[in-house]
């Protein structure tokens, strides 16, 4: 009786920790995938505004010849 109790919490424990890994696993993968999208959109963000400035810097030139 008292073997099987302690398989049994055994199994259960296991079960637990593969579980809790899991969990833990998809957290990591969802703020990676949070991080890249962000780095994403802030490379997107600065190669706008550069792209903006150099037009910006083109019409004060021209503005000025």
């Known amino acids: 009786k008292g073997i099987d109790t302690r ?3 055994g199994k259960k424990g ?3 920790k593969d579980t809790v890994k899991s969990k833990i696993n998809e957290l990591v993968d969802g703020i990676a ?3 890249e999208n962000a780095k994403s ?3 997107y963000l600065v190669e706008n ?3 903006k400035m ?3 810097k083109s019409q004060i030139k ?3 010849s």
């Open 62 to 64: 021209q503005s000025y």
């Open 54 to 56: 150099s037009s910006a």
């Open 41 to 43: 959109e802030a490379d």
């Open 33 to 35: 995938d949070q991080f």
């Open 14 to 16: 296991l079960d637990l």
């Open 7 to 9: 398989k049994l919490l």
């Open 49 to 51: 505004g550069k792209e």
